[in-house]
């Protein structure tokens, strides 16, 4: 197995995240050498909004709630004292945590999961199927 650089955990500020977060952690302290890497997206607000608000405004409010998102992650990871990098993307979950994927060299994507199934997974979509679609890398479900 090749050495892995770096695990990325897609977070979003849930307690299914918070779970991810600490499965991403608990490899760190057994051992795994790699770094830590927390993503937050945010949906892009698209051009009705940009009609009517600034970039820099749009900007302001995705950095806000990305750190929003990311706080009790950031937490979880200073608490085990694992060094985390943080990172806000903006647009399609699945897309934008592949391209990270590809940017940093990860080696494997951990996500939390609500685990909606049925007619209930389709009508809701899922951002760990999105994520999955778009990973070149192994992606593990965290319920």
Known sequence: ?????????????SA??????????DLLSAGLPAELHLLNVQPNLGGAVSA????????????????KALASAIELAKKASVPAKVHIGVGRQGEIVGDYVDKL????????T???TGL???LLGSVAQDVIAYSKVPVVLVK
């Open 1 to 13: 197995m090749a050495k892995m650089k770096a695990i990325l955990v897609a977070v979003d500020g």
């Open 52 to 67: 009517f608000v600034s970039r820099e405004q749009i900007d302001s409010h995705h950095r806000d709630e990305g750190n």
């Open 105 to 112: 060299g990860v080696g494997m994507v951990v996500i939390g």
């Open 16 to 25: 299914t995240s918070d779970r991810a977060v600490r499965h991403a952690i």
């Open 120 to 122: 209930a997974g389709v």
């Open 114 to 116: 609500r685990g909606h």
